[in-house]
């Protein structure tokens, strides 16, 4: 399925919250790697993240296809888009 780039944001936007929950969870019980997370926090947080960031890379990918312009193009500006959007103009 096609995707638009404002929907591109969105879906970055989403990955990025799920990131999000997984540092706060490394902050608040440690790294994975030294003391071991519950199997609930692995699947709920680490795989709920890996699969919103394949998605993105995945619609990424077709998108750029689909314009002909360079991926990593279409990344950066998905990128600076979802993590620095544009202030809202002030209503003079």
Do not use: C, I
């Not at 990025?16 to 692995?42: C, I, K, N």
């Not at 279409?74 to 990128?79: K, L, P, T």
Request: net charge negative; hydrophobic share 35%.
């Amino acid at each position: 399925m096609a995707h638009t780039f404002d929907e591109l944001v969105e879906m970055q936007k989403t990955a990025d919250e799920a990131h999000g929950r997984v540092m706060d969870l490394r902050d608040t019980y440690g790294r994975p790697t030294a003391t071991p997370w519950s199997p609930q926090q692995t699947e709920a947080a680490w795989q709920n993240w890996r699969d919103l960031a394949g998605e993105v890379q995945e619609a990424v990918t077709a998108h750029a296809t689909e314009e002909g312009t360079p991926r990593y193009d279409v990344e950066a500006v998905v990128r600076t888009k979802a993590r620095r959007p544009e202030p809202e103009p002030a209503n003079a």
